[in-house]
């Protein structure tokens, strides 16, 4: 068990790596709005990952042991390494060599960034938003296996139902950022994914404490979460675009670290119902509501 823990922390680091590179590449490769069209592409293939994971991941256990998901990962991560080694060339056309000056470059960004309060916003916004997709992926399945009486191979199948939300979403944010813009963009995924979240809390309120009603309302929080990031990913590492990588180091740090929060919350609170997860999606999208405001009222002009 030691070493299973110490290997998932391995992979953790890598896969923070390789995420804050893509938002990092993306902003050398193209202008503000032109990355949030970019990143919605990208999301469009991410959303695969936890929309298919529990189906994949439950037909290899029950098929061929436990242990067959974590060949399945090394594999898969050996060909992305070889296709990165080989073919993937460098986008960063001012990159140094000195590491000291490397490291005063980076600390100098942290420091530039956090004085920024729009920049703040931005990331708050991608934690909150994050936290909520992420405190459902860790409360629902305890809900409806333990609770509601959801079989394991039955469940991942319906998690694909609540991720089809995330793919209109993306699909329509490639579309709809030429037209309104990343700062609209921001406010109204935001709102939709409030709107979600709002619904999510109401059905269990109301006494409805179904599997359909921990399930389906989180695509109308999917479409939401799907139209705001790519633009508020875009927006925050073009605050200060000299400084692409560090911001997206930080939007990564924020994300991850306020939806382990939540993930922990989650934990602590009861499973009996899905009530207590709605509540904390609810909080979370309401904060999220609040930080793209915040970000709208400091918006630069598009």
């Not at 990588?245 to 119902?273: D, K, P």
């Amino acid at each position: 068990m030691t070493m299973l823990i110490f290997a998932r922390i391995a992979q953790g680091i890598g896969a923070a790596g390789s995420m804050v590179m893509v938002r990092s590449i993306v902003r050398d490769l193209y202008d503000r709005k032109q990355s949030a069209r970019a990143l919605a592409i990208i999301s469009t293939v991410m959303v695969f990952a936890p929309a298919t994971a529990p189906a994949i991941g439950g037909y290899l256990h029950t098929q061929f042991g436990w242990q067959a998901s974590f060949i399945f990962l090394a594999l898969m991560g050996a060909a992305l390494f070889i296709y990165c080694a080989l073919w993937m060339a460098e986008t960063n056309v001012v990159q140094g060599a000195d590491l000291l000056a490397n490291i005063r470059a980076l600390a100098s960004g942290y420091r530039v960034l956090i004085g920024e309060r729009t920049f703040i916003a931005y990331s708050l916004n991608i934690g909150f938003i994050a936290s909520g997709m992420f405190a459902w992926f860790a409360g629902v399945p305890v809900v409806l296996i333990d609770n509601y009486g959801v079989a394991p191979d039955r469940f991942g199948y319906l998690m694909l139902t609540g991720t089809l939300g995330a793919f209109f979403g993306y699909a329509s944010a490639i579309w709809l950022t030429g037209k309104l813009g990343v700062n609209r963009m921001i406010v109204l995924g935001t709102f939709i994914g409030l709107l979600g979240a709002a619904l999510y809390l109401a059905l269990p309120l109301a006494g409805v404490l179904t599997p359909l009603a921990a399930i389906a309302p989180m695509s109308l929080f999917g479409i939401g979460l799907a139209i705001a990031f790519p633009s508020v990913m875009a927006a925050a590492v073009s605050v200060r675009p000299d400084y692409a990588g560090t911001a997206a180091s930080i939007n990564g740090l924020v994300q991850y670290g306020t939806a382990a929060m939540a993930t922990l919350l989650v934990g602590a609170l009861s499973s009996t119902t899905h009530l207590p997860l709605a509540w904390v999606i609810f909080g979370t999208q309401s904060l999220a509501m609040v930080a793209a405001w915040v970000g709208w009222r400091g918006r630069p002009a598009e």
